[in-house]
C-alpha cells in the first residue's frame, strides 16, 4: 500500500459555512427519502424495530414543538437521560433545530451525578427513561430550574409521558436559523481536581469530527454500509465517534439496549450485516476470548473499525487481522477536542501501539510546558492548534467549559490546547502514548476523574480521607482502587469494605465504584497538603509489574 497521508493532509481545506445545524444536516435533509433507513433497533428481549429519516424527523418536529410550549427557548439546556434508542436519536434532532442545547447523561449516573449536572447547567426539561425515573425523581426538588420531565416508558404519574405528549403536538416545526458557533451541546467531563467540568460545542464541531471519523472508518460511508458500536450515545465517543456522523451521512445504525455481551455483538454484526464499527479494547478482549475464529461461527461483512479510549495492544490488533480480517484504527481524542490524531491503514500504515498521526485538518504537535514543540522521541503533552497548517480555524474546538473561565483560560497555552496526555512522536509524525499528565485515567474506556470518587467516598462516615488511582488491570486496562483513611472508631473489614463499594455504586455511575479498597493509616501528602495520587499510582504499577515477573 503506498502511504498517501502527506498528500492528503497537506492538501486538505475546511469549509465551515456561517449558518450550520446538526438537525438539518444529520436528519431534515435525508427526511425527503421516505424509505431511508435511519436506526435499526433491539430491546433488551431482542425485539427489532426500524426507524426512518421521516419518522425521526415527523416525531422531532413534534417534539419541538412541545418543547416550545413548556417555554424552552434557544440556548436553554435540555438533559437527555436516555438509552441507545429512536428516541435519542429524536430528541437531539428535536433540541438542535430548535436552537436549544442538548445535555446527554447515561443512564448509569446515580443521584449525585445526576443532581450536580443537572443543578450546573440549570436544565429546564429532563427527557428520561423509565429506568432513570426513580434517581431523577429523588433529586428532582434540589434543581430548581428543572420545570418538566419527559418519560419515556411507565411514568407512573411522574412527568409527560413521551408518546401520549407527541400525539398532542403538531408534526410541522421550522428550523431555527443558527450560527455554526453556536451552541448546541453540553457533555460533562470529570477532571483531575473539582467537579466535571461542562465542555461547551457548537455546531461546527460535527464538521470538525467529520475527517476522522471518515478516515478512521476506512473511508465511510461506502456503498450499503451499516454502523454499530456499543458505545453508549450519552458519551463523546456514542454520540460523536458514531450516532452523529452516521446520520450526518443518511446511512443507518444499530441501537441496542442492554449489557454488552460477545455473543450479542457478533450476532448483532451478522443480522444488519454491520460493515463498520467503533469497539473499545475491551470489548474486543471480550469477543477475541469468547471466539477464537468468529468468521467461521458468523457470517460477518465488515470492513472497518476504529477503537479508542485505551491501547488495543498487539495482541489484540493481531487477533482482529487474522480472525476478523480487519485491521484496527486507533483513534485518539477527547470530549473538547475530539478526534484529533488517529489510523487509517487503507491509506497511510498502522502502527501498532500507536496513536496514528494526525488526522487532516489537525495541527496536532508534542510541546513543553512552555508551549514549545519538542523533537522526535521526546516525551511531552499532546495539543492541538487553534488554527490548522493552512492557519485557517479549527472547527473541532469547543466553546468553553460551561460558566468557568479559569478552567477554559487553563486549557491553553497561547493557541495550543492541552489534552493532558503526554506522547513522543517519531520521525514520521505517529504518535506514541506515554500517559497522562494528571490523575485523569481510562478504566475499561470510560474515563474517570478521581475528584467525584473521591468526594463521595468521604461522604461516608466511616472515611477520613481517600485518594482514588487506577490498578492495572490485564482485561480493562485499569481498575479503580481507593486508598481509604478510616475515621476514628471504625476498623477495616470485607463488610466494610463491601459498604464502601454500595455507598459508591448508589450514588456514581457503576463503572466509578472501587473494585477494590486499600485501608491505609496515612495518604502521602505534599508540605502543601495535597495528596499525591502519584505515588500511589506508582506503588500499583510496581506492585502489578512485580506480579507479571511472579507468573
Same mark, same amino acid.
Given at each position: 500500500?503506498?502511504?498517501?497521508?502527506?498528500?492528503?493532509?497537506?492538501?486538505?481545506?475546511?469549509?465551515?459555512p456561517?449558518?450550520?445545524?446538526?438537525?438539518?444536516?444529520?436528519?431534515?435533509?435525508?427526511?425527503?427519502?421516505?424509505?431511508?433507513?435511519?436506526?435499526?433497533?433491539?430491546?433488551?428481549?431482542?425485539?427489532?424495530?426500524?426507524?426512518?429519516?421521516?419518522?425521526?424527523?415527523? *416525531? /422531532?418536529?413534534? =417534539?419541538?414543538?412541545?418543547?416550545?410550549?413548556? &417555554?424552552?427557548?434557544?440556548?436553554? $439546556?435540555?438533559? +437527555? #437521560?436516555?438509552?441507545?434508542?429512536?428516541?435519542?436519536?429524536?430528541?437531539?434532532?428535536?433540541?438542535?433545530?430548535?436552537?436549544?442545547?442538548?445535555?446527554?447523561?447515561?443512564?448509569?449516573?446515580?443521584?449525585?451525578?445526576?443532581?450536580?449536572?443537572?443543578?450546573?447547567?440549570?436544565?429546564v426539561?429532563?427527557?428520561v *427513561? /423509565?429506568?432513570? =425515573?426513580?434517581?431523577?425523581a429523588?433529586?428532582? &426538588?434540589?434543581?430548581?430550574?428543572? $420545570?418538566?420531565? +419527559? #418519560?419515556?416508558g411507565?411514568?407512573?404519574?411522574?412527568?409527560?409521558?413521551?408518546s401520549a405528549?407527541?400525539?398532542?403536538?403538531?408534526?410541522?416545526?421550522?428550523?431555527?436559523s443558527?450560527?455554526?458557533e453556536?451552541?448546541?451541546?453540553?457533555?460533562?467531563?470529570?477532571?483531575?481536581?473539582?467537579?466535571?467540568?461542562?465542555?461547551?460545542?457548537?455546531?461546527?464541531?460535527?464538521?470538525?469530527?467529520?475527517?476522522?471519523?471518515?478516515?478512521?472508518?476506512?473511508?465511510?460511508p461506502?456503498?450499503?454500509?451499516?454502523?454499530?458500536s456499543?458505545a453508549?450515545?450519552?458519551?463523546?465517543?456514542?454520540?460523536?465517534?458514531?450516532?452523529?456522523?452516521?446520520?450526518y451521512?443518511?446511512?443507518?445504525?444499530?441501537?441496542?439496549r442492554?449489557?454488552?455481551?460477545?455473543?450479542?455483538?457478533?450476532?448483532l454484526?451478522?443480522?444488519?450485516?454491520?460493515?463498520?464499527?467503533?469497539?473499545?479494547?475491551?470489548?474486543?478482549?471480550?469477543?477475541?476470548?469468547?471466539?477464537?475464529?468468529?468468521?467461521?461461527?458468523?457470517?460477518?461483512?465488515l470492513?472497518?473499525?476504529?477503537?479508542?479510549?485505551?491501547?488495543?495492544?498487539?495482541?489484540?490488533?493481531?487477533?482482529?487481522?487474522?480472525?476478523l480480517?480487519?485491521?484496527?484504527n486507533?483513534?485518539?481524542?477527547?470530549?473538547?477536542?475530539?478526534?484529533?490524531?488517529?489510523?487509517?491503514?487503507?491509506?497511510?500504515?498502522?502502527?501498532?501501539g500507536?496513536?496514528?498521526?494526525?488526522?487532516?485538518?489537525?495541527?496536532?504537535?508534542?510541546?513543553?510546558?512552555?508551549?514549545?514543540?519538542?523533537?522526535?522521541?521526546?516525551?511531552?503533552?499532546?495539543?492541538?492548534?487553534?488554527?490548522?497548517?493552512?492557519?485557517?480555524?479549527?472547527?473541532?474546538?469547543?466553546?468553553?467549559?460551561w460558566?468557568?473561565?479559569t478552567?477554559?483560560?487553563?486549557?491553553?497555552?497561547g493557541?495550543?490546547?492541552?489534552?493532558?496526555?503526554?506522547?513522543?512522536?517519531?520521525?514520521?509524525?505517529?504518535?506514541?502514548?506515554?500517559?497522562?499528565?494528571?490523575?485523569?485515567?481510562?478504566?475499561a474506556?470510560?474515563?474517570?476523574?478521581?475528584?467525584?470518587?473521591?468526594?463521595?467516598?468521604?461522604?461516608h462516615?466511616?472515611?477520613?480521607?481517600?485518594?482514588?488511582?487506577?490498578k492495572?488491570?490485564?482485561?480493562?486496562?485499569?481498575?479503580?482502587?481507593?486508598?481509604?483513611?478510616?475515621a476514628?472508631?471504625?476498623?477495616?473489614?470485607?463488610?466494610?469494605?463491601?459498604?464502601?463499594?454500595?455507598h459508591?455504586r448508589?450514588?456514581?455511575?457503576?463503572y466509578?465504584?472501587?473494585?477494590?479498597?486499600?485501608?491505609?493509616?496515612?495518604?502521602?501528602?505534599?508540605?502543601?497538603?495535597?495528596?499525591?495520587?502519584?505515588?500511589?499510582?506508582?506503588l500499583?504499577?510496581r506492585r502489578?509489574?512485580?506480579?507479571?515477573e511472579?507468573?
Amino acid at each position: 500500500m503506498r502511504d498517501q497521508y502527506r498528500s492528503l493532509y497537506d492538501n486538505f481545506r475546511w469549509h465551515v459555512p456561517r449558518e450550520f445545524n446538526i438537525a438539518d444536516v444529520c436528519c431534515r435533509r435525508w427526511s425527503q427519502e421516505t424509505s431511508r433507513i435511519a436506526v435499526h433497533y433491539e430491546d433488551e428481549n431482542g425485539r427489532p424495530a426500524s426507524y426512518t429519516y421521516a419518522a425521526l424527523q415527523s *416525531d /422531532a418536529n413534534r =417534539l419541538s414543538n412541545a418543547l416550545r410550549h413548556f &417555554g424552552v427557548r434557544r440556548g436553554d $439546556r435540555v438533559a +437527555i #437521560v436516555l438509552p441507545q434508542s429512536p428516541e435519542t436519536a429524536v430528541a437531539h434532532v428535536a433540541i438542535y433545530q430548535m436552537g436549544a442545547v442538548a445535555m446527554p447523561l447515561s443512564l448509569l449516573f446515580g443521584p449525585d451525578a445526576l443532581e450536580y449536572r443537572l443543578q450546573d447547567s440549570e436544565a429546564v426539561v429532563a427527557i428520561v *427513561d /423509565a429506568a432513570a =425515573l426513580p434517581a431523577i425523581a429523588s433529586i428532582r &426538588g434540589h434543581c430548581p430550574a428543572l $420545570r418538566q420531565l +419527559i #418519560v419515556v416508558g411507565a411514568s407512573g404519574g411522574e412527568g409527560h409521558e413521551w408518546s401520549a405528549l407527541l400525539a398532542k403536538a403538531s408534526d410541522a416545526f421550522g428550523l431555527v436559523s443558527t450560527a455554526a458557533e453556536e451552541a448546541a451541546l453540553l457533555i460533562y467531563t470529570s477532571g483531575t481536581t473539582g467537579p466535571p467540568k461542562g465542555a461547551l460545542m457548537p455546531h461546527r464541531a460535527l464538521i470538525g469530527n467529520l475527517p476522522g471519523f471518515v478516515a478512521s472508518q476506512d473511508w465511510f460511508p461506502q456503498k450499503d454500509d451499516v454502523f454499530w458500536s456499543p458505545a453508549d450515545w450519552a458519551w463523546t465517543g456514542g454520540l460523536m465517534d458514531a450516532l452523529l456522523p452516521t446520520m450526518y451521512f443518511g446511512f443507518p445504525i444499530i441501537g441496542t439496549r442492554g449489557r454488552f455481551s460477545p455473543e450479542r455483538a457478533f450476532e448483532l454484526m451478522e443480522r444488519y450485516g454491520v460493515t463498520s464499527t467503533f469497539l473499545f479494547p475491551t470489548a474486543l478482549k471480550m469477543m477475541m476470548k469468547m471466539s477464537g475464529e468468529p468468521r467461521a461461527r458468523y457470517r460477518l461483512k465488515l470492513r472497518s473499525m476504529m477503537s479508542a479510549g485505551e491501547a488495543v495492544g498487539a495482541t489484540v490488533f493481531a487477533w482482529c487481522r487474522q480472525s476478523l480480517g480487519i485491521t484496527v484504527n486507533e483513534m485518539f481524542g477527547q470530549t473538547e477536542m475530539n478526534y484529533i490524531v488517529g489510523n487509517s491503514h487503507t491509506r497511510w500504515p498502522a502502527r501498532p501501539g500507536s496513536m496514528g498521526r494526525p488526522y487532516p485538518g489537525h495541527r496536532v504537535a508534542v510541546i513543553d510546558e512552555g508551549g514549545n514543540e519538542v523533537p522526535a522521541g521526546t516525551i511531552g503533552e499532546v495539543a492541538i492548534h487553534r488554527r490548522d497548517i493552512h492557519g485557517d480555524l479549527d472547527p473541532i474546538f469547543f466553546l468553553e467549559y460551561w460558566r468557568n473561565p479559569t478552567a477554559t483560560r487553563n486549557k491553553f497555552t497561547g493557541d495550543w490546547s492541552r489534552t493532558g496526555d503526554l506522547a513522543s512522536a517519531d520521525e514520521n509524525g505517529y504518535l506514541w502514548y506515554q500517559g497522562r499528565a494528571d490523575d485523569v485515567f481510562k478504566a475499561a474506556g470510560y474515563r474517570i476523574g478521581p475528584s467525584e470518587i473521591e468526594n463521595c467516598l468521604v461522604k461516608h462516615r466511616a472515611v477520613a480521607n481517600v485518594a482514588v488511582v487506577p490498578k492495572p488491570d490485564a482485561e480493562r486496562g485499569a481498575v479503580v482502587k481507593a486508598f481509604v483513611v478510616l475515621a476514628a472508631g471504625y476498623v477495616s473489614s470485607p463488610a466494610l469494605v463491601e459498604e464502601l463499594q454500595k455507598h459508591v455504586r448508589g450514588q456514581l455511575a457503576p463503572y466509578e465504584y472501587p473494585k477494590e479498597i486499600e485501608f491505609i493509616a496515612e495518604l502521602p501528602m505534599t508540605t502543601t497538603g495535597k495528596v499525591q495520587r502519584r505515588v500511589l499510582r506508582d506503588l500499583e504499577a510496581r506492585r502489578a509489574a512485580g506480579a507479571d515477573e511472579e507468573r
